[in-house]
């Protein structure tokens, strides 16, 4: 391709929207145009890259004996009707309707139309197991779209589902999957650490996610490890032994009794008030799960990590509620207390989760559902209340890793895959069948295995680049070499330059002549930009009858031959292939 003729435009500035390192780099570079908010035109050089990974993808995913199929992107809202997502998938599924008024959608994801698909073919064991996958745009209407490719509306993504007579095969699938995308991620040139994550609500569900590790603002996951054992967790599912910590109040509150507390609205101000160290306190707040209140309660020092907490009510949506809902809430109760003394005593027809730190509490203080007022000395049989315990716990740095005992760290992660056992969520309630050998017939067992193709494109970005621009891992570069004569008029430069340029060609190498009549240093900066692997440079030293020669990972630099630098480079990329 010769830089002239490319379909490229680089800009002077980073776009103004883009806030982490790859939206930035990629909107400057030229690779892609937004349209609308997280909806993106990946333009040639883009395409180029996601081209790559996804044939890369497509490999690991025959090899691991996967067949690739592609299903409609609009969807009817029948079947989802049999799944029951209809209802209950949030905002983020973008409904529409046809020309007949028939409630359609955009696919989000695909388990619904997959096991209508496989109902209808996979009818007897003897055809069991099967794992099929599709690489395709999907649209989410997400509602905070952002950091460009990272999280879209409209994305491409890699979804493949493995059907199977039992929880063995599963189980041995998902294996075979992670072992697929272990090497997939790394031929894309990436570092991932496969962690434990949320399954939501369905028990006994296990679930990993493939994470590129980053200490930048785009790794929108905690992620919690341990360096002594293989543990590592999504924050949304990690669990972690507590340091010691004072839990009983027997030295502070020699008996039971309701005091004044004014104004100690926050934990804080009530720990200062009185004295106490925040683990005598148990904190009490109000949730809305599904639409309705939940009171979670927790040991003062602690948070609640939501995705826990919804689960163990069986939700699928959390927030934390308003004053508004939490006055509202009172109401009901025949209470007025401000945020600050709620408590569970005296609440009723109320799902109430306790966090396991609340089981060995004794002497705390708790709020009592009247302002400016405390329980200090209370104990469990005083709340009076029901509680349902769970671990709802965020874990922190600091505390200790759940399998070894040896302190836990906190990074920050980009969760380009994961890997799902659905188990019978889908066939069941959609009666998708096979018979067995006796005649019997069985959901089948489901598994699901996601890859963002266009959010792994980002995050390689993510964690190669400097301060110049991308340095593209050379597997999924949009070229690998440019070739940049210094001065176009010059006839020697150019003369070597398209020879090696056509050489380079013929060997199979993806390669950039750089012919633009521009200065050296505007071509050398939009190659550093753009992030071509390799950077050949034809200017005078070629009077020498030498070439320069320049690797953008290492900053690597050497004078070789034309016909040297062209023999190295065909190696290094024959190695790739
Ligand atoms: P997230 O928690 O980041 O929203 P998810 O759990 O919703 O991801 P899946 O539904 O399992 O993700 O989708 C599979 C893969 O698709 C993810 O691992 C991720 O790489 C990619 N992906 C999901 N949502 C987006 C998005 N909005 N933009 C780009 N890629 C996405
Ligand atoms: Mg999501």
């Given at each position: 391709m010769k830089m002239s003729k490319m379909f490229v435009q680089t800009l002077?500035?980073?776009?103004?929207?883009?806030?982490?390192i790859s939206h930035k780099m990629l909107g400057r570079a030229g690779f892609i145009k937004k349209l609308a908010p997280g909806v993106y035109t990946y333009m040639p050089l883009m395409w180029r890259v996601l081209k790559k990974i996804e044939n890369i993808v497509r490999e690991e995913m025959d090899n691991a004996g996967a067949q690739e199929l592609l299903m409609p992107f609009v969807q009817p809202k029948e079947l989802w009707e049999e799944s029951g997502?209809?209802?209950?998938?949030?905002?983020?599924?973008m409904r529409l309707k046809d020309r007949h008024d028939r409630d359609m959608c955009l696919g989000p994801t695909h388990e619904e139309i997959i096991t209508s698909v496989a109902r209808d073919a996979l009818k007897?064991?003897?055809?069991?197991p099967v794992n099929l996958y599709q690489i395709q745009s999907k649209f989410r209407d997400e509602i905070r779209p952002r950091y460009g490719l990272l999280r879209g509306r409209e994305f491409i993504m890699k979804d493949a589902y493995s059907f199977d007579i039992d929880e063995a095969g599963l189980d041995k699938e998902y294996q075979n999957m992670a072992k697929a995308y272990k090497k997939i991620f790394e031929r894309c040139g990436l570092d991932t650490k496969m962690v434990q994550s949320d399954s939501g609500a369905i028990g006994g569900s296990v679930s990993h996610e493939f994470m590129v590790i980053?200490?930048?603002?785009?790794?929108?996951n905690d992620v919690f490890y341990c360096n002594h054992c293989d543990y590592s967790a999504n924050s949304n599912h990690a669990i972690s032994n507590l340091p010691d910590a004072?839990?009983?109040?027997k030295d502070y509150f020699k008996e039971t009794k309701v005091i004044d507390t004014p104004n100690t609205h926050s934990i804080e101000e009530l720990s200062k008030f009185l004295n106490?160290?925040?683990?005598?306190i148990l904190k009490s707040l109000v949730y809305i799960i599904d639409k309705k209140p939940v009171i979670a309660l927790i040991r003062a020092d602690k948070a609640v990590e939501e995705t826990k907490l919804m689960n163990a009510v069986g939700g699928i949506d959390v927030r934390i509620a308003s004053s508004a809902e939490i006055a509202e809430l009172m109401e009901e109760n025949g209470f007025d207390a401000v945020p600050?003394?709620?408590?569970?005593?005296?609440?009723?027809?109320i799902t109430i989760i306790a966090d396991e730190?609340?089981?060995?509490?004794?002497?705390f203080v708790v709020g009592i559902?009247?302002?400016d007022k405390h329980i200090v000395g209370?104990?469990?049989?005083?709340?009076e209340t029901e509680l349902e315990y769970a671990d709802i716990r965020l874990v922190q740095q600091g505390e200790y890793c759940p399998q070894c005992g040896k302190p836990l760290f906190v990074t920050k992660g980009i969760e380009v895959g994961n890997i799902f056992?659905?188990?019978?969520?889908y066939s069941k309630p959609m009666n998708a069948v096979y018979t067995d050998i006796n005649g019997k017939t069985h959901p089948y067992v489901m598994g699901c295995y996601g890859i963002g193709i266009s959010r792994t494109a980002a995050a390689a970005v993510e964690a190669h680049y400097d301060e110049h621009g991308i340095k593209w891992p050379i597997a999924i570069a949009p070229y690998h070499v440019v070739i940049v004569?210094?001065?176009?008029?010059d006839e020697l430069q150019m003369k070597v330059a398209n020879e090696m340029y056509e050489a380079l060609k013929l060997a199979g190498v993806e390669v950039v002549l750089d012919?633009?009549?521009?200065?050296a240093g505007v071509k050398f900066k939009d190659a550093d930009l753009i992030g071509f692997p390799y950077r050949v440079t034809v200017g005078k030293t070629i009077n020498e009858g030498f070439v320069e020669y320049k690797v953008r990972e290492t900053g690597e630099q050497e004078k070789y031959t034309p016909e040297e630098a062209t023999q190295k480079l065909i190696n290094i990329i024959k190695a790739v292939k």
């Amino acid at each position: 391709m010769k830089m002239s003729k490319m379909f490229v435009q680089t800009l002077r500035e980073y776009p103004s929207d883009a806030e982490v390192i790859s939206h930035k780099m990629l909107g400057r570079a030229g690779f892609i145009k937004k349209l609308a908010p997280g909806v993106y035109t990946y333009m040639p050089l883009m395409w180029r890259v996601l081209k790559k990974i996804e044939n890369i993808v497509r490999e690991e995913m025959d090899n691991a004996g996967a067949q690739e199929l592609l299903m409609p992107f609009v969807q009817p809202k029948e079947l989802w009707e049999e799944s029951g997502r209809w209802e209950v998938y949030g905002r983020e599924l973008m409904r529409l309707k046809d020309r007949h008024d028939r409630d359609m959608c955009l696919g989000p994801t695909h388990e619904e139309i997959i096991t209508s698909v496989a109902r209808d073919a996979l009818k007897s064991y003897k055809q069991l197991p099967v794992n099929l996958y599709q690489i395709q745009s999907k649209f989410r209407d997400e509602i905070r779209p952002r950091y460009g490719l990272l999280r879209g509306r409209e994305f491409i993504m890699k979804d493949a589902y493995s059907f199977d007579i039992d929880e063995a095969g599963l189980d041995k699938e998902y294996q075979n999957m992670a072992k697929a995308y272990k090497k997939i991620f790394e031929r894309c040139g990436l570092d991932t650490k496969m962690v434990q994550s949320d399954s939501g609500a369905i028990g006994g569900s296990v679930s990993h996610e493939f994470m590129v590790i980053t200490d930048t603002d785009a790794g929108e996951n905690d992620v919690f490890y341990c360096n002594h054992c293989d543990y590592s967790a999504n924050s949304n599912h990690a669990i972690s032994n507590l340091p010691d910590a004072v839990v009983d109040g027997k030295d502070y509150f020699k008996e039971t009794k309701v005091i004044d507390t004014p104004n100690t609205h926050s934990i804080e101000e009530l720990s200062k008030f009185l004295n106490i160290p925040d683990t005598l306190i148990l904190k009490s707040l109000v949730y809305i799960i599904d639409k309705k209140p939940v009171i979670a309660l927790i040991r003062a020092d602690k948070a609640v990590e939501e995705t826990k907490l919804m689960n163990a009510v069986g939700g699928i949506d959390v927030r934390i509620a308003s004053s508004a809902e939490i006055a509202e809430l009172m109401e009901e109760n025949g209470f007025d207390a401000v945020p600050g003394f709620i408590g569970p005593k005296g609440m009723k027809n109320i799902t109430i989760i306790a966090d396991e730190t609340v089981r060995n509490m004794k002497n705390f203080v708790v709020g009592i559902n009247i302002t400016d007022k405390h329980i200090v000395g209370a104990n469990l049989c005083d709340l009076e209340t029901e509680l349902e315990y769970a671990d709802i716990r965020l874990v922190q740095q600091g505390e200790y890793c759940p399998q070894c005992g040896k302190p836990l760290f906190v990074t920050k992660g980009i969760e380009v895959g994961n890997i799902f056992k659905l188990g019978t969520k889908y066939s069941k309630p959609m009666n998708a069948v096979y018979t067995d050998i006796n005649g019997k017939t069985h959901p089948y067992v489901m598994g699901c295995y996601g890859i963002g193709i266009s959010r792994t494109a980002a995050a390689a970005v993510e964690a190669h680049y400097d301060e110049h621009g991308i340095k593209w891992p050379i597997a999924i570069a949009p070229y690998h070499v440019v070739i940049v004569p210094v001065n176009i008029k010059d006839e020697l430069q150019m003369k070597v330059a398209n020879e090696m340029y056509e050489a380079l060609k013929l060997a199979g190498v993806e390669v950039v002549l750089d012919d633009r009549d521009e200065r050296a240093g505007v071509k050398f900066k939009d190659a550093d930009l753009i992030g071509f692997p390799y950077r050949v440079t034809v200017g005078k030293t070629i009077n020498e009858g030498f070439v320069e020669y320049k690797v953008r990972e290492t900053g690597e630099q050497e004078k070789y031959t034309p016909e040297e630098a062209t023999q190295k480079l065909i190696n290094i990329i024959k190695a790739v292939k």
